[in-house]
Antibody, heavy 120, light 107 residues
Framework: EVQLVQSGAEVKKPGESLKISCKGS????????VGWVRQMPGKGLEWMGI????????RYSPSFQGQVTISADKSISTAYLQWSSLKASDTAMYYC?????????????WGQGTLVTVSS | DIQMTQSPSSLSASVGDRVTITCRAS??????LAWYQQKPGKAPKLLLY???RLESGVPSRFSGSGSGTDYTLTISSLQPEDSATYYC?????????FGQGTKLEIK
């Protein structure tokens, strides 16, 4: 069974750093792109970027380029999303998801989400 | 970026009704369109892709159609468990973009 299990909720202060994780199982982690999607409170879904865990090739949405870093550790089948300096506007639910293939670039399996709250 | 506009933003319908949600792209996307269902507090779930291909395990009352810039999601006979927010997503251009969502309520 394909599963993506994300790390738990985080409460941080503005300016702090953060790295959240997404562990894949039940499939070959290095054979599928893994992406991140943001959902701000009460709002819709925003595609942030994707990573190929095999070689860490990464693609970002221009809206998120330079604001976050996506990485992966293929040895432990885990992808990461990190911030070096959080802002209140980073408060959101973050989902990781598996991309079906290189040609059908939809997300077919999703993690349960990680809620990030940034507040002073 | 390709802008995706859904209509309506919300709707209320009764069990057994036929429901249609529309998604319009700002440019042609060659049927590179997916639909997701999201229930409160849950991750989105893939329903259809390639505009009309039903994901495995999704009930056949869900269907999709369209071409060019205009696409629809249809629920042929609404069930109580279909209460959710529905999102379209284009995967033709980069970055991938979602519609703003359509909240479906059961009367």
């Amino acid at each position: 069974e394909v599963q993506l299990v994300q790390s738990g909720a985080e409460v941080k202060k503005p300016g702090e750093s953060l790295k959240i994780s997404c562990k894949g199982s039940g499939y070959s982690f290095t054979s599928y792109w893994v992406g991140w999607v943001r959902q701000m409170p009460g709002k819709g879904l925003e595609w942030m970027g994707i990573i190929w865990p095999g070689d860490s090739d990464t693609r970002y949405s221009p809206s998120f380029q330079g604001q976050v870093t996506i990485s992966a550790d293929k040895s432990i089948s885990t992808a990461y999303l990190q911030w070096s300096s959080l802002k209140a506007s980073d408060t959101a639910m973050y989902y990781c998801a598996r991309q079906r293939s290189a040609t059908v670039t939809i997300f077919d399996y999703w993690g349960q989400g990680t809620l990030v709250t940034v507040s002073s | 970026d390709i802008q995706m506009t859904q209509s309506p933003s919300s709707l209320s319908a009764s069990v057994g009704d036929r429901v249609t949600i529309t998604c319009r792209a700002s440019q042609g996307i060659s049927n590179s369109l997916a639909w997701y269902q999201q229930k409160p507090g849950k991750a989105p779930k893939l329903l259809l892709y390639a505009a009309s291909r039903l994901e495995s395990g999704v009930p056949s009352r869900f269907s999709g159609s369209g071409s060019g810039t205009d696409y629809t999601l249809t629920i042929s006979s609404l069930q109580p468990e279909d209460s959710a927010t529905y999102y379209c997503q284009q995967y033709y251009g980069s970055p991938r973009t979602f519609g703003q969502g359509t909240k479906l309520e059961i009367k």
